[in-house]
C-alpha cells in the first residue's frame, strides 16, 4: 500500500481512548471479515500472545510497542477497501436530534387489581 492512499485512513474521533476503541474494534472486524488474507491474521493474534507472554525475546522490547506495531502492519497489510468500508461502518452517524417521548397527560387508563388466592 502507498502512503498517500493510508495517510489519515482511521480518522481521529477525538481522545485518545475513542480513537484506541475504534482501532480495537476495527481490527476484531477484519479479523471476523473472510476477505482478510488468514496470514495476515497472525500479526495481531501474535502481538496479543506476546503481550501475554513477554518472555518470548530477550531484550528492553516494550510488550506495548509489539502490540501497537502488529495492529498497525495488520491494519496497513489489510485491503484498502475492506478497512473502508469497516471505518464506514464503524463511524455512521444517523442523522438526526433526540426528543424526548411525548406521554399522554390526558389519557388514563382503568383497571383493577384482584389477588389470587390459591
Same mark, same amino acid.
Not at 52 to 81: K, M, R
Given at each position: 500500500?502507498?502512503?498517500? @492512499?493510508?495517510?489519515?485512513?482511521?480518522?481521529?474521533?477525538?481522545?485518545?481512548?475513542?480513537?484506541?476503541?475504534?482501532?480495537? @474494534?476495527?481490527?476484531?472486524?477484519?479479523?471476523?471479515?473472510?476477505?482478510?488474507?488468514?496470514?495476515?491474521?497472525?500479526?495481531?493474534?501474535?502481538?496479543?500472545?506476546?503481550?501475554?507472554?513477554?518472555?518470548?525475546?530477550?531484550?528492553?522490547?516494550?510488550?506495548?510497542?509489539?502490540?501497537?506495531?502488529?495492529?498497525?502492519?495488520?491494519?496497513?497489510?489489510?485491503?484498502?477497501?475492506?478497512?473502508?468500508?469497516?471505518?464506514?461502518?464503524?463511524?455512521?452517524?444517523?442523522?438526526?436530534?433526540?426528543?424526548?417521548? @411525548?406521554?399522554?397527560?390526558?389519557?388514563?387508563?382503568?383497571?383493577?387489581?384482584?389477588?389470587?388466592?390459591?
Amino acid at each position: 500500500m502507498s502512503e498517500d @492512499k493510508n495517510h489519515g485512513i482511521i480518522p481521529s474521533r477525538g481522545g485518545v481512548f475513542n480513537n484506541l476503541a475504534l482501532r480495537i @474494534k476495527l481490527v476484531l472486524r477484519l479479523l471476523g471479515d473472510r476477505r482478510v488474507n488468514p496470514l495476515l491474521k497472525i500479526l495481531p493474534i501474535g502481538s496479543v500472545l506476546y503481550f501475554l507472554v513477554p518472555d518470548l525475546a530477550i531484550g528492553p522490547i516494550d510488550d506495548v510497542l509489539v502490540v501497537w506495531l502488529g495492529s498497525y502492519l495488520f491494519i496497513e497489510l489489510c485491503p484498502p477497501e475492506v478497512v473502508q468500508e469497516h471505518i464506514e461502518a464503524l463511524t455512521l452517524v444517523i442523522p438526526g436530534e433526540w426528543r424526548e417521548p @411525548k406521554l399522554p397527560e390526558d389519557e388514563v387508563i382503568e383497571g383493577e387489581f384482584r389477588e389470587r388466592r390459591e
